[in-house]
């Protein structure tokens, strides 16, 4: 059967006369639409069968309906669905609470839950700006932090800040993500130079591993300097592990790997296995700067702490741990590591780069890159397309993919950018 299938492209055109039409790209040879999926399968309404290589933007790392996450959520379900979030709250919130804190570093201790990656963001801005009393942000060119309003007001993508630019007041002071080929004290120093002038920074937000940005790993001992640089300042240092946190990179935190614990940690995707919930994280010092609450919460939400939520997430974090994800990741991303390294033979490759379960293979530009991702697809592996300027494809597995998926998934990757070639 031709990808996509006749029942995609008939969903295709409906969705492009109800949708507002900047969500979704939809061409006639491009998306399937997902109908079902489990562990690193994912079958489209077309009855077709993908390796999933995205782990649905790093959400499914336990894989795609979890048997004990779906039954905790079921469970929950029945007993209790929804809460009233800053007023009264639910034991099973303080449950996730008590257990985020566990698995954290001992000096993040105080939480903000949210439901989305920006929002975790926006509370850990606030944040910043109410225990440094200034105003402006620091952050990455190529980072990405969100779309919201808030989260705009970080992001390293010119292309999503340009449209709203007129109601965003200050642009980030925007540092450049080193590679990890760079020398990173050179790296730092000029970090330092761009900070330093500016006495209203409130905060620096930094991908351990950029992901949107085309999945960069910096130096080693860059983002040490760069803690060290944001304490000397005064900068409340935040660290979006959105993507990169809960066993991605083969810790349970990226930041581990660096040896670094910042002032706020912002996680999400892959905390609750597809049921939304995110959390800024920080030192009780600097989450203490809100004051007591006295009946009317300054930053809140209908579903602060949903239960179901809460329940996903304790149940992902339960069999994260049952099945030793970090030390797994670690252990495939080696072999996928060596595999990704060998496609530089092509010369349209012009990188390979990652750790872990979380890579990118930079093409010549981001037509090849579209090219290969679309090629992969009518064999059967979806892959993403990401970077700055869309030139790189990003793998990045559910972390329970079997060996013999994930090897059928790089030969196609393989194929499929020899094809472009």
């Known amino acids: 059967?031709?990808?996509?299938?006749?029942?995609?492209?008939?969903?295709?055109?409906?969705?492009?006369?109800?949708?507002?039409?900047?969500?979704?790209?939809?061409?006639?040879?491009?998306?399937?639409?997902?109908?079902?999926?489990?562990?690193?399968?994912?079958?489209?309404?077309?009855?077709?069968?993908?390796?999933?290589?995205?782990?649905?933007?790093?959400?499914?790392?336990?894989?795609?309906?979890?048997?004990?996450?779906?039954?905790?959520?079921?469970?929950q379900a029945q007993r209790l669905m929804h809460g009233m979030g800053d007023v009264h709250p639910t034991e099973i919130r303080v449950r996730l609470l008590d257990r985020l804190a566990a698995i954290l570093p001992d000096t993040l201790t105080k939480a903000f839950l949210a439901?989305?990656?920006?929002?975790?963001?926006?509370?850990?801005?606030?944040?910043?700006?109410?225990?440094?009393?200034?105003?402006?942000?620091?952050?990455?060119?190529?980072?990405?932090?969100?779309?919201?309003?808030?989260?705009?007001?970080?992001?390293?993508?010119?292309?999503?800040?340009?449209p709203f630019a007129g109601v965003l007041r200050h642009e980030p002071v925007l540092l450049e993500y080193p590679r990890s080929t760079a020398n990173a004290d050179e790296a730092a120093s000029r970090a330092r130079e761009q900070l330093q002038p500016t006495d209203d920074i409130a905060a620096l937000v930094v991908e351990p591993i950029q992901g949107r940005g085309g999945c960069i790993v910096p130096p080693?001992?860059?983002?040490?300097?760069?803690?060290?640089?944001?304490?000397?300042?005064?900068?409340?240092?935040?660290?979006?592990?959105?993507?990169?946190?809960?066993?991605?990179?083969?810790?349970?935190?990226?930041?581990?790997?660096?040896?670094?614990?910042?002032?706020?940690?912002?996680?999400?995707?892959?905390?609750?296995?597809?049921?939304?919930?995110?959390a800024a994280v920080g030192r009780a010092n600097v989450m203490d700067a809100w004051p007591p609450s006295t009946g009317e919460a300054l930053h809140t939400s209908t579903f602060l702490g949903n239960p179901l939520g809460c329940a996903a997430a304790l149940a992902t974090l339960d069999e994260m741990e049952l099945l030793a994800l970090p030390a797994r990741a670690a252990r495939l991303g080696e072999r996928l590591g060596a595999r990704l390294e060998a496609l530089r033979a092509h010369s349209i490759v012009?990188?390979?780069?990652?750790?872990?379960?979380?890579?990118?293979?930079?093409?010549?530009?981001?037509?090849?890159?579209?090219?290969?991702?679309?090629?992969?697809?009518?064999?059967?592996?979806?892959?993403?397309?990401?970077?700055?300027?869309?030139s790189v494809i990003a793998i990045s597995p559910p972390l329970v993919i079997e060996d013999r998926q994930l090897e059928r998934a790089i030969a196609v990757l393989e194929s499929s950018i020899g094809a472009v070639a």
């Open 350 to 390: 012009r990188d390979v780069r990652g750790r872990g379960m979380l890579w990118g293979v930079e093409l010549r530009d981001a037509g090849a890159a579209f090219a290969a991702v679309k090629n992969a697809l009518t064999r059967g592996v979806i892959v993403a397309q990401s970077g700055q300027h869309g």
């Open 220 to 278: 080693p001992g860059y983002l040490q300097h760069v803690a060290t640089i944001c304490r000397e300042l005064n900068i409340v240092l935040i660290v979006d592990e959105i993507f990169t946190g809960f066993a991605r990179t083969g810790t349970w935190f990226a930041s581990e790997y660096e040896g670094i614990v910042p002032d706020i940690i912002c996680i999400g995707k892959a905390m609750g296995s597809g049921v939304p919930i995110s």
């Open 1 to 75: 059967m031709k990808i996509p299938g006749p029942h995609s492209k008939a969903l295709g055109l409906r969705l492009r006369a109800r949708e507002q039409r900047n969500v979704t790209f939809l061409a006639d040879d491009f998306p399937i639409f997902w109908d079902s999926a489990r562990g690193a399968i994912v079958t489209d309404v077309d009855g077709n069968d993908y390796i999933d290589c995205t782990a649905a933007f790093g959400v499914a790392s336990l894989g795609h309906g979890n048997p004990r996450v779906a039954f905790a959520v079921a469970d």
């Open 115 to 162: 439901t989305s990656g920006s929002e975790a963001i926006e509370a850990a801005l606030k944040t910043a700006m109410l225990f440094t009393g200034k105003s402006r942000f620091a952050s990455y060119r190529g980072g990405y932090h969100g779309l919201s309003f808030g989260a705009l007001a970080v992001s390293g993508l010119e292309r999503f800040r340009t």
